[in-house]
């Protein structure tokens, strides 16, 4: 089988500020990327629009009526302090929520073993009813409530490895005991939740806290010692990965050590879990990521991992 790579041009008319870091060209070095010969393989695939039956799954039909209205017919106009949306940015989201549905679809379907969606604006800090940190919709929480309710399985995990914690996600998976989700993230750095003692409603939630300059080999011993146990007793049908690779060390807006090599790491380690837990679903979506050199090279590692677990 192959690994399904999502992504739509529309995403690159989410337009966003002079100096914003999350900018149309993450994409664009991405996809220059993953054109080389090594990902000819990758089964190239557009991202559907998302409906508003997909979104709804996790935010209220008056919120998702709220970011399509607030987009202006030219301009930006400004959601919270870092969080702007242009004329296209309801599209550029909602691609990412079609994206992920799709991208679940192919590996329920077996037309692909694992899936990598590229698309922007991010979406693990976008609330039930509240965008912020670049984010919309929560895609991930999306992709995962949408696997239940929409494709049958009873249980699944999300692992969101972003530099900043994925306070999105956790909002709209807490009551969910369905579902397991697990953030490490940097510790103090915006937006301030993710601490240890955050648990969720059903205890389906770990935290995972690290201090400035924790190095990739610390987050791997951590992530051994607490949530790969808690997640194989989960017992999850499908994993979710919220990818974003802000904790490289070189990000401007963070201070982890990560390496591009770190990050194959987790993902092997993250993909020889599903291989041994959940049949090999693995569906993960692009979160952060601001260094353009080492988002490109952070995501060809990541992406070639899930294509290695594909054959
Ligand atoms: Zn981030």
């Known amino acids: 089988m192959t690994t399904a790579f999502f992504t739509h041009a529309d995403c690159m008319d989410h337009i966003t500020p002079a100096g914003h870091p999350e900018q149309v060209a993450r994409l664009q070095v991405i996809n220059e990327r993953l054109s080389q010969d090594q ?135 807490w009551n969910d005991p369905r579902i397991m989700f697990a953030s490490s993230q940097q510790m103090p750095l915006w937006p301030g939740t993710g601490e240890a003692s955050e648990t969720g409603a059903h205890d389906n939630v770990i935290n995972l806290p690290l201090k400035p300059y924790t190095n990739g080999v610390e987050l791997m011993t951590a992530y051994s010692r607490d949530i790969f146990p808690r997640l194989a007793a989960h017992k999850p049908e499908m994993l979710f990965i919220s990818a974003g690779f802000d904790a490289h060390e070189n990000d401007p807006l963070a201070n982890l050590n990560f390496s591009t090599d770190d990050f194959r790491q987790i993902t092997q380690m993250l993909c020889e879990f599903a291989e041994f837990n959940c049949r090999g679903r693995v569906v993960s979506t692009l979160e952060g990521g601001y260094d353009l050199p080492s988002l490109a090279d952070s995501v060809a590692a990541h992406v070639k991992v899930l294509m290695e677990h594909a054959q």
Do not use: W
């Open 39 to 173: 990902f000819a393989t990758l089964s190239h695939q557009t991202a559907p629009m998302g409906t508003v039956e997909q979104a709804t799954l996790t935010h209220p039909a008056d919120y998702v009526a709220k970011i399509q209205a607030a987009c202006p017919a030219q301009g930006h106009v400004t959601l919270d302090g870092d969080t702007h949306v242009c004329k296209d940015s309801y599209t550029a989201a909602m691609r990412g929520v079609g994206g992920i549905c799709a991208a679940v679809d192919m590996v329920m379907d077996g037309t692909a073993k694992n899936a990598f969606c590229a698309t922007r604006p991010p979406g693990h800090h976008a609330e039930t009813q509240t965008p912020m940190g670049f984010c919309l919709f929560g895609t991930v929480a999306i992709g995962a409530k949408y696997a239940m309710e929409m494709r049958g399985l009873s249980r699944v995990a999300i692992v969101d490895f972003d530099v900043h914690h994925g306070n999105g996600t956790q909002d709209l998976v």
